[in-house]
């Protein structure tokens, strides 16, 4: 592949051989762009995409200056949590795009679970939550312009052994839970070689070869909660997910509402 890295400068080669390593037969996360600061790695894999960069291509950095959520806002992104960002060039329609948020939490919340047992739940439609808080976001940027066709970035942040002091009040991290000793590369490679049987069942057959897998994992099911999306605002009861990954609203009217995008607030 005639690929070259966009800043050479501060790579980590012994973090990218352990991903590597770690990674087995997985090919979701070769190549493996490890930095020791960036920006963000959003960025970075959006230029290795625009580059020609293979789907797969992985940016791992260990702190990011302006890691960043959805709607601009910022992810704090200090030393001991996991930073990455995948290059994917999926052939399912734009629409079905947004579905992968889901695909990659359910990647994380499995990959926490095998090898610390904790228990972490899927917070609709990017967030992973363990004990009420927030340990992992996913963030996916989406663009179908240019000569590099189609493709996704998905970015994936989870505080592995952050400590509290640098995090958000609403924000955990696995090693205040944890007695399973915590080591990043494996937890990338595990991440990622769910994601990649997930992604494969995902662009094959579409969200409805997920969704049976991830209902046990879902957290909101039958919780009363707060919607805010771009335009209002409401409340109700989370019945389901439907085939398009929409999170299914229950009104206080007895009204079902559909919601395909928004932040979710328990309220119970
Ligand atoms: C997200 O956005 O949850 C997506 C976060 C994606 C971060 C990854 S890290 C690798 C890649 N590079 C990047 O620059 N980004 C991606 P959102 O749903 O908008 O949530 C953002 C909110 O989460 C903030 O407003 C805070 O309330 C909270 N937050 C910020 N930093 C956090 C952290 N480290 N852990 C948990 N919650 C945090």
Redesign the pocket.
Known sequence: MSQSAPVEAGRLSETEARVIAALGDGQLGRPCYAYREVA???DVAHQLARAGAAEGTCVWAER?T??????G?????PPG?L???VVLRPARAVAELPQLALVAGLAAVQAIHALTKLPARLRWP??VLLNGK??V???TEMTSEGAAGQYVVV???M?VQ?SQKE??D??TSLSRWSEAPLDRPQMAAALLSRFELLYGHWSRSGFSAIHPGLVQWVGVFGKMVQIATAKDRFEGQVLDLDEAGRLLIRLDSGVVRAVDVG?VLLLT
């Open positions: 963000s790695t959003m990011q302006a890691g960043r959520g959805r709607a806002r910022h992810w704090a992104s949590g930073y990455l960002s990017n967030d927030k340990v976001g996913v963030l970015g994936i942040g505080n952050v995090l958000p609403e924000a932040d």
